[in-house]
């Protein structure tokens, strides 16, 4: 069974980063794809970023574009989400999933992954 674990969130001020971390272990598939989500209370699920299983394809939601940044690094099984001047709105608990395609047309749609992380919440507050 594929395991997700996030990690990196926290409290940060508007302005400043943080990068979250999504750490993949147990039954690891050849090529997987990951997507970072995220949830702030009373707001629907929204889809942030992802990256395909070779590093080379990556989309953004347009509220993140040119402030966030997704990389991989396979060595350690590790996607990670660079956050750049975040602003209020970015508050939310943010989750990372996992899935065996990429596609710019339903990556940022949660219902296509088939495993999830537990979340880390992430705050944006002076």
């Known amino acids: 069974q594929l395991q997700l674990v996030e990690s990196g969130g926290g409290l940060v001020q508007p302005g400043g980063s943080l990068r979250l971390s999504c750490t993949v272990s147990?039954?690891?598939?050849?090529?997987?794809?990951i997507g970072w989500f995220r949830q702030a209370p009373g707001k629907e699920r929204e889809g942030v970023s992802c990256?395909?299983?070779?590093?080379?394809?990556?989309n953004y939601a347009d509220s993140v574009k040119g402030r966030f940044t997704i990389s991989r690094d396979d060595a350690k099984n590790t996607v990670y989400l660079q956050m750049n001047n975040l602003k209020s709105e970015d508050t939310a608990v943010y989750y990372c999933?996992?899935?065996?395609?990429?596609?710019?047309?339903?990556?940022?749609?949660?219902?296509?992954?088939?495993?999830w992380g537990q979340g880390t919440q992430v705050t944006v507050s002076s």
């Open positions: 999933a996992s899935r065996n395609y990429y596609s710019d047309y339903d990556g940022l749609l949660g219902e296509a992954y088939s495993h």
């Open positions: 990256i395909s299983g070779s590093g080379g394809n990556s």
């Open positions: 147990g039954v690891i598939p050849d090529y997987y794809a």
